[in-house]
């Protein structure tokens, strides 16, 4: 949408929404004045016949009119308000299967990954959590310890990254 599309709607939105508020004040009011006097007509302080029957033949669709221009009117911005509740939902979703998926795409290539405090398990691909040594279902050695540096190294390394040592099974 384009500004010049954007002040068409903006404009628009705003007629749909005075039109409607008057419609629905207007309408809310002749519904009020057809209920008191159909009300009292029935009532004990009898007016006799209800005069403004008629009024409810205008008053209610007004009513009805006034009230759904507003909803369209509306509508952008209920969209909009929706759309911005549910983002921090998505945002965490996809906040929390992106390590496991990270993992997952590193863990082909590499055979081994560690990431967001999740690692992959190289022989069945179990995610375990970053503290493991060991996988959980599988009991797979995750990394090699280098007893030279220190180094963590992936499991199916047989020398260190860092220092170039032998590592042992
Ligand atoms: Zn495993
Ligand atoms: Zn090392």
Redesign the pocket.
């Known amino acids: 949408m384009n500004e010049y599309e954007k002040q068409k709607h903006l404009r628009i939105k705003k007629i749909l929404t005075i039109v409607g508020a008057f419609l629905l004040a207007l309408g809310l009011v002749l519904d009020v004045v057809f209920f008191v006097d159909f009300a009292g007509s029935m009532g004990v302080m009898s007016f006799g016949q209800p005069e403004f029957f008629w009024l409810s033949f205008i008053s209610f669709p007004m009513t009805a009119i006034g009230g759904a221009l507003l909803l369209i009117a509306k509508r952008g911005a209920i969209t909009a308000y929706v759309m911005r509740e549910n983002a921090p939902i998505v945002n965490e979703y996809s906040e929390r299967i992106r390590p496991a998926v990270k993992n997952f795409t590193s863990a082909a290539a590499e055979g081994i990954s560690e990431s967001g405090g999740a690692v992959v398990?190289a022989?069945?691909?179990?995610v375990?959590s970053g503290g493991a040594r060991f996988?959980t279902?599988?009991?797979?050695e995750l990394f090699k310890i280098c007893g030279n540096c220190g180094e963590k190294n992936a499991a199916k390394d047989k020398f260190c990254r860092a220092c170039g040592e032998k590592l042992g099974n």
């Open positions: 398990c022989q069945c691909g179990e375990c996988c279902v599988c009991g797979a």
